[in-house]
């Protein structure tokens, strides 16, 4: 089983190769042989390390090798005492370096869920449910609505089927899938024909075959990565290493100075030399090292009070000597959801959400051309509220992120879906399949029978012959419809989603017809759209997963700062610049880059153009992990931001990652920092914090250096 693009050979030919079976799925005997062939579906986690190792990885600097050095001398020079403090501000220092990173290790570990998934497959003909981890390729499993997809897989069969692969691709938006064979260069975010492991389905069922487990699953291939990034040493670890080296090469020069210049005068060669030699312990700094771990952990103590976790104490540095963010865009940026955004009606009103942080609801200002479109949309919306007695910020709602949208909008505008119901009774409907694009339903109100119609816009403005003004209606032109399908295009080029609505007034004969079908989705569909030709157009309604609260806050200080933010994506580009546009990045075409594009450069041709590019789209990990190669290369010092696992490799490779409390597991392991709670703002806390800290350092090391080298000139003056 050497084939890698799966994506792109029919299922059928996927089957024989896996040398499985549709109906009757693996035999018990090759499941285990295949698990003897291929182990467990699982991904290898670090151990954990051992509290002395641990400890003993506190000793790793170069000034704490030195002060071991002057502890053993002087030890050998029988001057106990001051061996003693050498070896006991040692001990002190690791010891309060162990005990923080041993702290932090433990509140991750609280943060961490471990969920065991389970797979419903099909072996020996007869469904089952076995643990994710028993699964080998050639398993035939079979998801529904809700369920993590438990492995790589090439879809047989969908029933409009939709998988969340933000986790993957960060695209926050569902993806449709279908079970055609796609082109071998198509991009994993553009691979339609495959589920992988740890997305969610959001909607419809599917039938595959399993084509990877384990480590060779797109996620296991990012664990990979990961393990192999190495860790880049921080600003503060390289400072210390050339100042450890320059107080060496001073001291062993004044220490020299001090023994020629004393044998010179006439003294005892073995008398000056001890001389020589308590100088030397004297000017080294032994108060530096723990005076410098209690700074990192006081600041460490105060980033926690404001739900930043700093994994590693030399890590609250870092960020102070930031010069490049690197920021994923879904889930760290925005919230990861869909809201609506605006209503753009009939007769050319746009009412613009306002955002609840600015004191108004959209309820406020609706009119009754903009209520008629949400009405619209509540009614076919398929959500619902489990405990809707419940305060609103409490509630659980159900449903695709598109309904839950158009629910939770209409709800805060003071529309009751049941009182409508009351009002105007449902009497037949019609569920939304993409086939057809749209669903409609038709309602009995006291003088006639309305039939209400939502689905993708091109579908629903070829239904339509009117336009809806204010309650009055006015007959489709050319001019018309050329507007509102710019419009349309307008909307969808700023990254929007754009769903249509429309209404028609059925004649009582057609009504009954309607209430009476007993047929299938797709036959009904067809008398449907036969009667609703002729719709009165009601509006486009626009959604967006909306910028978190005091993002463009925290961007505009991080430009004050002297920071460049980069907005690194696997969302379409269209979406990544609205985003940008609203976080007042000043962004022209030049600015923009494709994963695609990005494929074809030289990392020589990329440090040429990468000042310039301020959002990367399309982007997949191997990317992400190339630009911050590309701005280290600069020597620029850089953080990256992000939640998911295709985010990982990068926030190890980068100087310092940043991850949401929220996020994947596998993000807060690769990370130096967590955002306990999704607040990027936090972010620009941390690096006032770590300026703090390196200026702190710099007074300390001022401080201790004037007094030590004030002992080594004292006494080198007196013997000369």
């Known amino acids: 089983m050497i084939q890698n693009n799966w994506h792109s050979i029919s299922f059928d030919l996927a089957l024989k190769e896996l040398n499985s079976n549709r109906d009757k799925g693996l035999a018990a005997a090759e499941v285990k042989t295949r698990q003897k062939q291929y182990g467990k579906n699982g991904l290898p986690e670090a151990r954990p390390l051992s509290g002395i190792i641990l400890f003993l990885s506190q000793f790793k600097s170069p000034l704490v090798y030195i002060l071991l050095l002057s502890g053993v001398i002087t030890l050998a020079m029988r001057e106990y005492s001051e061996s003693a403090v050498i070896f006991f501000i040692v001990v002190i220092n690791a010891t309060i370096g162990y005990f923080q990173e041993r702290k932090t290790a433990e509140i991750l570990g609280a943060l961490k869920k471990l969920i065991k998934i389970k797979a419903l497959v099909v072996r020996n003909g007869e469904e089952r449910i076995v643990p994710q981890e028993d699964l080998v390729p050639g398993d035939i499993i079979l998801l529904s609505p809700g369920d993590k997809v438990p492995a790589d897989a090439r879809i047989i069969e969908s029933q409009n089927l939709r998988v969340n692969e933000s986790v993957l691709t960060g695209e926050w938006l569902a993806v449709a899938k279908q079970n ?9 975010a553009d691979r339609n024909s495959m589920v992988y492991m740890g997305t969610v389905t959001e909607e419809g069922k599917t039938v595959a075959v399993v084509t990877a487990t384990g480590l060779q699953t797109e996620i296991g291939k990012l664990a990979s990565i990961v393990r192999t990034t190495r860790d880049e040493k921080t600003p503060y670890q390289r400072k210390i290493e050339n100042f450890s080296k320059i107080i060496a090469i001073v001291v062993l020069l004044a220490c020299l100075i001090i023994f020629i210049g004393g044998v010179l005068s006439g003294e005892n060669p073995f008398d000056i030399f001890l001389t020589a030699v308590s100088v030397a312990v004297a000017a080294i700094p032994e108060g530096l090292p723990i005076a410098v771990t209690l700074v990192f952990a006081f600041g460490v103590r105060e980033l926690l009070k404001k739900k930043g976790l700093v994994r590693r104490l030399v890590a609250s540095e870092i960020l102070g000597s930031t010069s490049v963010i690197c920021t994923d865009k879904t889930g760290t940026l925005t919230k990861a959801k869909m809201e609506l955004k605006g209503i753009y009606t009939g007769d050319g009103k746009f009412l613009d959400r306002i955002n609840q942080t600015g004191g108004e609801q959209i309820g406020l200002k609706l009119d009754s051309s903009h209520a008629l479109a949400l009405k619209i949309a509540l009614l076919r919306s398929e959500a619902f509220i489990e405990n809707f007695e419940e305060p609103m910020e409490q509630w659980v709602m ?59 816009p091109e579908k629903i403005l070829s239904m339509c012959k009117f336009a809806d ?31 249509s609505v429309a209404y028609k007034v059925i004649p009582e004969i057609d009504a009954m017809e309607l209430s009476k079908l007993s047929l299938e989705e797709n036959d009904k569909a067809i008398i449907y759209e036969k009667i609703l030709d002729g719709a009165v157009f009601a509006g486009f309604i626009t959604l967006h997963d909306p910028i978190r609260q005091s993002t463009r806050e925290a961007m505009r200080i991080c430009r004050q700062a002297g920071m460049k933010p980069v907005i690194i994506t696997g969302d379409h580009k269209f979406t990544a610049k609205a985003v940008a546009k609203e976080l007042d990045f000043n962004i022209k075409e030049e600015n923009i880059l494709e994963g695609k594009d990005l494929d074809e450069m030289s990392d020589v041709e990329l440090d040429k153009i990468v000042n310039r590019i301020h959002i990367y789209a399309r982007s997949e990990p191997r990317h992400k992990i190339r630009i911050v190669s590309a701005w280290q290369r600069k020597g620029e010092v850089v953080a990256m931001t992000g939640d998911g696992i295709n985010d990982a490799p990068a926030l190890k490779k980068a100087n310092i990652g940043v991850a949401l409390g929220s996020g994947t597991d596998v993000a807060k392991e690769a990370s130096d920092l967590v955002l306990l709670d999704d607040n990027f703002e936090i972010i620009i806390v941390a690096i006032e914090e770590g300026r703090k800290i390196i200026d702190n350092i710099r007074k300390i090391i001022t401080y201790l250096l004037i007094g030590g080298f004030t002992e080594v000139l004292l006494i080198g003056m007196a013997l000369l």
């Open 180 to 188: 055609n064979a796609l082109l071998v260069k198509t991009p994993i």
């Open 398 to 456: 159900r449903g695709r992120p598109t309904d839950k949208a158009l629910f939770l909008a209409a709800t805060e505008a003071g529309l009751d879906k049941e009182d409508i119901l009351k009002e105007e009774r449902l009497i037949g409907e019609l569920l939304f399949d993409p086939q057809y694009k749209y669903s409609a339903s038709l309602h009995r109100l006291p003088d006639k029978y309305v039939a209400y119609i939502m689905g993708a």
């Open 469 to 499: 003004g204010s309650g009055t209606t006015v007959g489709f032109d050319t001019q018309h419809e050329k507007t509102l399908k710019e419009k349309y295009s307008l909307f969808a080029s700023e990254g929007f989603r754009v769903i």
